[in-house]
């Protein structure tokens, strides 16, 4: 009887040598236990919930004033858009008509150049006269008696 009675005593001690680790954590979490079940705790709990609304929502009054703001500044922002849609169109309309004044100069310069190559033609048909000129005239001059008989 003696040996079984040893053997449940070691047994025992062997179950029993977790137990101190066991029993430090729970006296740690006990040590930290908040219950809200004292005298006060239902009234600080309360406080603690009307201070939490409070600072939610004056960070929500915040957060919509600068939604607020960000909301006129879209607004600015699509104006100004707008301001300069219609400032694009005038200018497309005047680049339109710059284009037609171009294709209208250019028309003008191809009419010059081709007065330029009549012109070019007249002057070279001038000057083959021209040639002409002198050789009557020289032909004139040669049959005249010279200047002091």
């Keep these: 009887m003696e040996l079984t009675l040893r053997k449940r005593v070691r047994g025992l001690e062997q179950l029993m040598k977790p137990l101190p680790s066991r029993i430090g954590a729970l006296e740690d979490?006990?040590?930290?236990?908040?219950?809200?079940?004292?005298?006060?705790q239902n009234e600080a709990l309360s406080d603690n919930i009307i201070a939490f609304r409070a600072?939610?929502?004056?960070k929500l009054?915040?957060?919509?004033?600068?939604?607020?703001?960000?909301?006129?500044?879209?607004?600015?922002?699509?104006?100004?858009?707008?301001?300069?849609r219609?400032?694009?169109s005038r200018l497309s309309?005047?680049?339109a008509g710059l284009q037609a004044d171009m294709t209208e100069v250019k028309g003008d310069v191809a009419g010059l150049k081709s007065d330029m190559t009549e012109v070019k033609g007249d002057?070279?048909?001038?000057?083959s006269d021209m040639v002409e000129v002198?050789?009557?005239?020289?032909?004139?001059?040669?049959?005249l008696p010279p200047k002091g008989e």
Excluded: C, Y
């Excluded at 979490?29 to 006060?40: E, F, I, Q, S």
């Excluded at 009054?61 to 300069?84: P, R, W, Y």
């Design 29 to 40: 979490k006990v040590h930290h236990l908040d219950t809200w079940a004292g005298p006060g």
């Design 55 to 58: 600072e939610t929502n004056r």
């Design 61 to 84: 009054d915040g957060l919509s004033k600068g939604l607020t703001e960000v909301g006129n500044d879209v607004s600015q922002l699509t104006t100004q858009f707008g301001g300069f």
């Design 86 to 88: 219609n400032e694009m």
């Design 93 to 95: 309309g005047e680049v």
């Design 123 to 127: 002057v070279a048909e001038l000057k």
């Design 134 to 143: 002198k050789g009557a005239l020289a032909e004139i001059l040669d049959r």
